[in-house]
C-alpha cells in the first residue's frame, strides 16, 4: 500500500472522524518511543530537526528571554517566531506518523515574552478591576497575539490563591480571595473560546485557529504556603484545599481548560509532583479532567536531592502520580530512561497510553493536526490599536485610590492637566520594564525600554495642556525641591521586577529608597503617589500622611496613558484592592478569614476621586 493510500485508511488523519476514534486510531499506531517522545517538552536550545522527528517529541517550549536570535533574543518579532515554530512544526510532520508538536509559552500577561506584544496588567491588578468580561477579552487578545507568532499553547492562567504578600509569585495571583479568584477564571474562556452549552464537562475544548491551549496552574496550593516561601508547603487540611484553592480548577474545568500544571509546592510535606491522590484520584477522576496534566519546569528533578540525582525514580513517581507531559526540559535521557522503566514493569503501560491519549485529545479538539503552521494574517494584531486600547482600559479599571487628600473635605485628585509646571520624578515614573515587571521580555523582566509601550512619564506629557511645563528627574536634586513654582508633584516608586523564588521578600519596603524621595518631595510640593508593584509594600503611618494621595498602580503593562486617564480626571477609579494591606511585616499572613484581621486597608478598599468609598 502506497503512503498516500495509507493516509486515506488512517482514522486519525480524517477531520471528520470523532475525536475519541482519532485518538485510538494514532494511539494503536504508535511505538513505545513515538510514545514517549509525546510524553516530553523541550526547550528550543536542544530541538534539533533529527531529535524531534526521531523521537516524535509532543512539544516544545520557549523559557522565558529564550528565543529565535539567541544573539538579540529580546528584539525578535512575532514574523521571526513564526518563522521559528513553523520550521520546528516541519521537523515533527516529517516524523513516521506525522504528530504535529504543539509550541508552549508563558504568555501571561499578553504574549509578554515578544517585543511589540501588547502588555496588559499582572494578575493582581486585573483582580482589582472584579470584571470578568475584561478579563475574557484580554484572553482573547492575548490568544490572537501569541497565534500570530505560531504558538499554540500558553502556560496560562495562574489560578493561585496568594495568601501571604512575600511570596514571589504573589502578583501572578488574581486575590487573597477564591471568589474573585473564580470569577477571573474566565480568561480560560477568551484564551479557549466558548464551549457550547451541550459541552462534556471536563473535556478539553479549543474552538479554532484563533484561539490557544490554556493551562490552569498550579495545581494545588501554590499561593498557600507557609511564610509565602516559592515552592514550598502549604500546610492545611483537604478540606481547606478544597474549599480555598482548588475551587478556580473547577471553574477552568467546567469551560473546558486543555490543560492543568502541577505545582512546585507541597501539601503536608507531600510534593505535589509525586501526589496521586490529588493528581489521579481528585483531579482526573473527581473532578473529571479530560485534558493533560503537565509538569513544572524540571519539576521532576526535583522530586530528588541533589536535584536530578536519581532520575528514574523521579520519573516513576511523577508519572504513576498522573503527570501527562514532563516540562523536561533539557535532559533527552528522558525519554530512553521512560521506556526502560516501562519494560521493566516499574510504570504500567496503560499509564502511558492514558498519558498520550490526553495528549493527543488536545492535539486533534485544538485542531493541530488540520492547521499545523501560523496563520500569517493574524501578524496584524500584535501591539495593535485595538488591544493597546484594551490594556489602557485594564490599566483605568485596576488603579485602586488608597488616600485622595489630607483633608477629607478637600479631594487632591483629579489633578488640574493645565496647571503651570509639574514635578515628575521616581524611579518608576520613565521606566517601561519596571511598569511592566517580571515575565516581560525575560524571566525575570527588565529595566528601561524593552518593549514598545507607554511610560508614566510620557503619558503625563501627552495628558497636559500646551502651556504646562514638566520637569523630569528621576532622582529629585536639591535645587529642584529648593524652587517654589511648582503645582504639584507625581512621584513614582515602587518594587524593581522580579519571578518565582528570587521575588519571595520579607521585608517588603519601598525599593530604590523610594521612601525618602516620597518625603523629600512631599516635604515641598503637594505629591501624588503611584506605587508600582506586584503586592502590598510597607506604608509607615509618618510616609502616608506626607502623602496628599495614593495609588496602588500594580504592575500595570505597556500602556501607561490609562494612569493619566484617571489622576487627571478623564475616568474615576473603580478598582477595589484584591489582597489586604498589611501594616507590618510581622502581621503577615494577614487575609480575610483570620481572626487577628487588622489591616492598614482591607481587602476591596477603594476611594473614588470624590472620596466616596468604593470598597466591597
Known sequence: MSKAQDDMNCIYRDPNQPVEARVRDLLSRMTLKEKAGQMTQIERRVATPDAIKDLSIGSILSAGGSGPFDDNALKALSSDWADMVDGFQK???????????????????????????????????????????????????????????????????????????????????????????????????????????????????????????????????????????????????????????????????????????????????????????????????????????????????????????????????????????????????????????????????????????????????????EFPFTDRSLLDTVGCKLHRDLAREAVRKSLVLLKNGKDSKKPFLPLDRNAKRIFVTGTHADNLGYQCGGWTATWYGGSGRITIGTTILDAIKAAVGNETEVVYEEFPSADTLARQDFSFAIVAVGEEPYAETPGDNTELVIRFNGADIISSVANSIPTLVILVSGRPLVLEPWLLEKMDALIAAWLPGSEGGGITDVIFGDCDFKGRLPVTWFKQVKQLPLHIGINSYDPLFPLGFGLTSNKENSSD
Request: with cysteine; net charge negative.
Open 91 to 369: 521537523s515533527a510532520l516529517e516524523s513516521r506518523l506525522g504528530i504535529p508538536l504543539i509550541y508552549g509559552i508563558d504568555a501571561v500577561h499578553g504574549n509578554n515574552n515578544i517585543y511589540g506584544a501588547t502588555i496588559f496588567p499582572h494578575n493582581v491588578g486585573l483582580g482589582s478591576t472584579r470584571d470578568a468580561d475584561l478579563v475574557r477579552k484580554i484572553g482573547e487578545a492575548t490568544a490572537l497575539e501569541v497565534r500570530a507568532s505560531g504558538i499554540h499553547y500558553t502556560f496560562a492562567p495562574c489560578v493561585a490563591v496568594c495568601r501571604d504578600p512575600r511570596w514571589g509569585r504573589c502578583y501572578e495571583s488574581y486575590s487573597e480571595d477564591t471568589e474573585i479568584v473564580r470569577k477571573m477564571t474566565s480568561f480560560v474562556t477568551g484564551l479557549q473560546g466558548q464551549p457550547p452549552h451541550e459541552h462534556t464537562k471536563g473535556y478539553p475544548f479549543v474552538a479554532g485557529r484563533n484561539n490557544v491551549i490554556a493551562c490552569a496552574k498550579h495545581f494545588v496550593g501554590d499561593g498557600g504556603t507557609d511564610r509565602g516561601i516559592n515552592e514550598g508547603d502549604t500546610i492545611s487540611s483537604y478540606e481547606d484545599l478544597e474549599r480555598i484553592h482548588m475551587a478556580p480548577y473547577l471553574d477552568c474545568i467546567s469551560q473546558g481548560v486543555s490543560t492543568v500544571m502541577a505545582s512546585y509546592s507541597s501539601w503536608n510535606g507531600r510534593k505535589l509532583h509525586a501526589d496521586r491522590f490529588l493528581l489521579t484520584e481528585v483531579l482526573k477522576d473527581k473532578l473529571g479532567f479530560k485534558g493533560f496534566v503537565i509538569s513544572d519546569w524540571e519539576g521532576l528533578d526535583r522530586l530528588s536531592e541533589p536535584r536530578g540525582s536519581n532520575y528514574r525514580f523521579c520519573i516513576s513517581t511523577a508519572i504513576n502520580a498522573g503527570i501527562d507531559m514532563v516540562m523536561v526540559p533539557f535532559k533527552f535521557d528522558f525519554v530512553e530512561d521512560l521506556i526502560f522503566l516501562v519494560e521493566s514493569g516499574k510504570i504500567p503501560m496503560a499509564r502511558i497510553d492514558d498519558a498520550v491519549e490526553r495528549i493527543l485529545r488536545v492535539k486533534f479538539v485544538a485542531g493541530i493536526f
